[in-house]
């Protein structure tokens, strides 16, 4: 009998331990923060680097970002390289995934034993600083969470975020001499010009940092990002033996980029004098410093409320997000958060990596545009006086050349509300400002000017022919009107100097052409949609190829299609030649068919096959991302699902190298996500998603019930496999489709597209 029961029992452990290892992962299982985490331009063989993501905690959309900082100086927009080998602090906002020196990583706090140092030190000697060597052995980042190992001090460190605050838990050791100390100077790319902190009581510190364009940040202050980060920060343990150290920088010491992590400006931090017991201070260079005894393995935390308005709303977004001490209840929540975010577009079928990359492009795709407002509705404007959004959430980050391609269209299916807060953001931008135009790449309220084209244009005109209207529509027209009669082609129809802009300015001529039709204005959408029409203009029948013109006309020396610049913006003319999204049949009338296929074709065959950068379909880089796609247009939609396959498959990793180029706000991941699911836009606008080959065979989409009639859209791909790539027939519910696009509103009302895949192309 003993021996039946032991046999039971055994059976049963077998079984429950059977179970355990088979339960089903769930979608924010997948979430990988690490994939795009590289700076790296060796690794991408670009001076662009890689992904430029960053692995630590935000939720989504929001104002905090905590996450490891790993340098200050260089390209190295997000603060965090996998490839650095020391950490030096953790700071509370990041951008995801750009380049131009990058902005924010204010409020920068680190634990440290032993002997005060006040500044951080140099890469290749992190003993002249406070900073820390670590080991990816023991880092980990998951949804919401990031962790650690400080090993010059053994300190473990967590961090966890709520929407406008975040929290840190730091694991001692034994020592006499712990602390937590704060550079509240610091800033990616710069550094903040001016400081204040104040110690409020026993566990309280607030203040503020001022970050105007001579501290560098954005562009190394070209970006012209001008702002100011209010804290208010609560320590777990009593704020006993504590200081101020303030650093004298000379009258006239440039304080961008270069400058403030050099050598030279460094030893002047190192010098700074400290103020013991010193409770408010304001000066150039300050950071605060909290000493205390630990136990072994004792646990200290911070957290800390973050506004761009004031202490009183830093303090307000903290006690409302972060009311306690209890870091895991935090980070499951900032978990439950992104579960029900990416859950918007489920998947089935494909590999356990498709969908570590599936899932985790959901997440990089809704970090921005992140909120700006405070939590009481309030946010700083144009005019540098506060503001409150009543009806919607004032939004910050419109990286406007690469996400109006891919990002803003699959947001106008899954988050149309983030969308209508976007248009809000910038229609109040532009009015606050008194410029009364959209801006190209938006930043804390600035204008930056970063890239070139209308992209704001763009992502107004296919919201409004989607049926996202919640803003004031006259003024949404009027703004983007003169947005394109500020920045658009001469009266010949191109723009000296810059291919680029001259086919970039025909697309947002057609958006305006678009718009203005469906408002009945029929004098403005005949102008403009002549106006469109004028990338004829650039196009060289000598060479065969679309060429930049000068201000007389005349053309500009050509070196070849693949010579990179020539008036292109970060790509070749054969690249750029492509951007005629609004009028492909008009472009295959001035090519010819059988070479705009010819061409096409060589442009895709001659790919690498790592997909970094190159000469020809170069995915690294946003201006060619609808290119694949044009295969459907062009009569071989067998070729449009066999590269978008590839390009997923090629293009797309789960590690640090997991992006072939910069993630840029998500439209990298934007397109993954589309693209991978089947579907795909050329021309925002015009409300056509083209239709491809899914990686998934079935894709649930839950539709907001605000907004659209439908409450899923259900996409399956019977018989999908790694061979099963080319799609054999198509029904939309239920009924034959002889098409290989679907519009927005055959998306919104719900339904189900089924495909049938098969090894062989079909015949067209």
């Known amino acids: 009998m003993k021996h039946f029961l032991s046999g039971i029992i055994i059976l049963v452990l077998i079984g429950l331990t059977a179970c355990k290892q088979h339960v089903e992962k769930l979608p924010v299982d997948y979430i990988n923060p690490f994939i795009g985490a590289s700076t790296s331009m060796e690794a991408g063989r670009s001076l662009h680097g890689l992904g430029k993501t960053f692995p630590g905690a935000t939720t989504p959309f929001g104002l905090v970002q905590l996450s490891p900082d790993t340098r200050t100086g260089g390209d190295n927009a997000p603060g965090y390289s996998w490839h650095h080998s020391t950490i030096e602090g953790f700071s509370f906002m990041h951008l995801s995934g750009t380049g131009w020196y990058g902005e924010f990583g204010n409020f920068l706090v ?38 650690v190992m400080l090993q010059d001090y053994d300190i473990k460190t967590e961090l966890t975020a709520a929407p406008r605050a975040g929290i840190l838990r730091f694991t001692f050791p034994k020592h006499n001499q712990s602390r937590i100390q704060i550079d509240l100077s610091r800033r990616i790319g710069g550094t903040s010009t001016e400081q204040y902190v104040k110690v409020e009581d026993n566990y309280t510190i607030s203040g503020w940092m001022k970050c105007p364009p001579e501290g560098g940040g954005w562009g190394n202050g070209k970006g012209k990002a001008d702002y100011t980060v209010y804290f208010y920060c609560e320590f777990s343990k009593p704020i006993k033996d504590f200081g101020i150290w303030s650093a004298d920088i000379p009258d006239g010491q440039i304080r961008k980029n270069k400058e403030v992590a050099s050598k030279a400006y460094q030893e002047i931090i190192e010098g700074a004098k400290v103020f013991k017991m010193v409770k408010e201070m304001k000066g150039k260079h300050l950071g605060f410093y909290t000493e205390f005894s630990t136990l072994n393995e004792e646990q200290v935390l911070l957290k800390s409320g973050i506004s761009f308005v004031s202490v009183d709303n830093a303090k307000e977004n903290l006690e409302h997000d972060i009311p306690d001490w209890d870091f895991n209840k935090v980070s499951d929540q900032a978990r439950e958060r992104w579960d029900t975010s990416i859950n918007l577009i489920k998947v089935e079928g494909g590999t356990e990596t498709e969908k570590e990359i599936f899932y985790t492009a959901m997440y990089h795709a809704m970090i921005d545009p992140r909120i700006y407002s405070d939590q009481n509705g309030q946010y700083m404007g144009a005019d540098n006086q506060i503001h409150k959004a009543d009806n919607f959430t004032y939004r910050t980050i419109f990286s406007g050349w690469d996400v109006f391609r891919s990002l803003f269209p699959l947001f106008t299916i899954v988050r149309p509300d983030v969308v209508n807060d976007e248009i809000n953001s910038m229609l109040q931008l532009a009015e606050i400002s008194k410029r009364e135009y959209l801006p190209q790449w938006e930043i804390v309220n600035s204008y930056s000017a970063c890239m070139l084209g209308n992209p704001a244009v763009s992502v107004v005109t296919d919201a409004y022919e989607k049926g996202i209207r919640n803003y004031d529509i006259e003024k949404a027209f009027q703004y983007s009107l003169n947005t394109v009669e500020k920045f658009g082609n001469n009266e010949f129809g191109f723009s000296p100097g810059s291919l680029s802009e001259s086919l970039e300015y025909t697309y947002s001529d057609w958006c305006i052409g678009k718009f203005a039709e469906s408002l009945g204005q029929d004098s403005i959408s005949n102008l403009y949609y002549e106006k469109s029409r004028s990338y004829k203009s650039v196009w060289d029948s000598d060479v065969r190829w679309f060429r930049t013109k000068n201000e007389d006309n005349s053309w500009l020396k050509w070196e070849g299609k693949h010579v990179h610049g020539q008036g292109c913006m970060e790509t070749n003319p054969y690249q750029q030649g492509w951007f005629v999204p609004h009028d492909i049949e008009g472009m295959i009338a001035l090519m010819g068919m059988d070479y705009m296929v010819k061409e096409l074709t060589t442009f895709f065959d001659s790919i690498p096959s790592d997909f970094l950068w190159n000469d020809y379909y170069n995915h690294a880089n946003e201006p060619v991302h609808h290119v694949p796609f044009l295969f459907n247009e062009l009569g071989l939609p067998n070729l449009t699902q066999k590269w978008t396959r590839a390009i997923c498959r090629g293009a797309y ?86 098409r290989y696009w679907i519009s927005h509103d055959e998306i919104s009302s719900g339904g189900l597209l089924e495909l049938e895949m098969g090894a062989e192309p079909m015949l067209n």
């Not at 706000?665 to 589309?674: D, F, I, K, P, T």
């Not at 079935?698 to 605000?706: A, G, W």
């Not at 907004?707 to 519910?733: P, R, V």
């Open 653 to 738: 990793g789960t590690d640090v190298q997991g992006y072939v180029g910069n993630e840029d706000e998500g439209q990298m991941s934007a397109w993954y996500v589309l693209a991978s699911i089947g579907l795909h836009p050329i021309s925002p606008g015009d409300n056509k998603y083209q239709i491809t080959s899914p990686v998934f065979s079935k894709v649930e989409i839950t539709l907001n019930s605000d907004y659209y009639d439908g409450k899923n859209f259900t996409i399956l791909a019977h018989n999908n496999s790694d061979e099963n790539i080319y799609i054999q027939s198509m029904k939309l519910n239920g009924k034959k489709l002889g």
């Open 110 to 147: 680190m634990p440290t034993t032993g002997e005060l140092r006040t500044s951080k030190g140099e890469d290749d000697n992190p003993d002249s600083g406070y900073r820390s060597r670590c080991s990816h052995d023991q880092e980990e980042a998951k949804a919401g969470y990031y962790s």
